[in-house]
Antibody, heavy 119, light 110 residues
Framework: QVTLKESGPGMLQPSKTLSLTCSFS??????????VSWIRQPSGKSLEWLAA???????YYNPSLKSRLTVSKDTSNTQVFLKITSVDIADTATYYCARRPGSGVFDYWGQGVMVTVSS | DIVLTQSPALAVSLGQRATISCRAS??????????MHWYQQKPGEQPKLLIY???NLASGIPVRFSGSGSGTDFTLTINPVQADDIATYYCQQSRELPLTFGSGTKLEIK
């Protein structure tokens, strides 16, 4: 059974670096075509795709945030990480990780982790 | 970026048909695929995949959900609408990066 779960600091101050972890099971990120993405959603607003990393270690970023994002994975292919530098109040959102199994769809999502940027 | 436009809300009566539209700023179809997908999101929950490649029902999704469209115009249909379908529905394109989502259509009961 496929599961993903996000974890993060909950709250952090402006200008700091946000570090998020996506821990997953039930599939392998080393499977050809497999991708794990990060998506965020401010309260009451729509979804914004942020970044992705694929089975081969290739990384993809939303150009609107690319300079501030770093996506990576662990060597055991069971966790994916996202760092966002210089956070601002506008980065307050629920952050999701989701699986993309070789197609363009997100077929499994984590429950999301809420992150608040506040001084 | 490909912009996806959805109406903010739709009110329907239980047992009736709901038609939710999504218009893309440019074609999201290839010669082989219509790269538009639909998700349902209930309050406090993560999005759930309903329809992929415009018209394919995701695993475990009731057959009262269906999708259609090609090019720039796509539709999600729920027929008949049940109380459990009250949610916000998002379209998403995978034709090109960055992947983008529509602004969402909130389904309400009339």
């Amino acid at each position: 059974q496929v599961t993903l779960k996000e974890s993060g600091p909950g709250m952090l101050q402006p200008s700091k670096t946000l570090s998020l972890t996506c821990s997953f099971s039930g599939f392998s990120l080393s499977t050809s075509g497999m991708v794990v993405s990060w998506i965020r959603q401010p309260s009451g607003k729509s979804l914004e795709w942020l970044a992705a990393i694929d089975w081969d270690g290739d990384k993809y970023y939303n150009p609107s945030l690319k300079s501030r994002l770093t996506v990576s994975k662990d060597t055991s292919n069971t966790q994916v990480f996202l760092k966002i530098t210089s956070v601002d109040i506008a980065d307050t959102a629920t952050y999701y990780c989701a699986r993309r199994p070789g197609s363009g769809v997100f077929d499994y999502w984590g429950q999301g982790v809420m992150v608040t940027v506040s001084s | 970026d490909i912009v996806l436009t959805q109406s903010p809300a739709l009110a329907v009566s239980l047992g009736q048909r709901a038609t939710i539209s999504c218009r893309a700023s440019q074609s999201v179809s290839t010669s082989s695929y219509n790269l538009m997908h639909w998700y349902q999101q209930k309050p406090g929950e993560q999005p759930k995949l309903l329809i992929y490649d415009a018209s394919n029902l995701a695993s475990g999704i009731p057959v009262r959900f269906s999708g259609s469209g090609s090019g720039t115009d796509f539709t999600l249909t729920i027929n008949p609408v049940q109380a459990d379908d009250i949610a916000t529905y998002y379209c998403q394109q995978s034709r090109e990066l960055p992947l983008t989502f529509g602004s969402g259509t909130k389904l309400e009961i009339k």
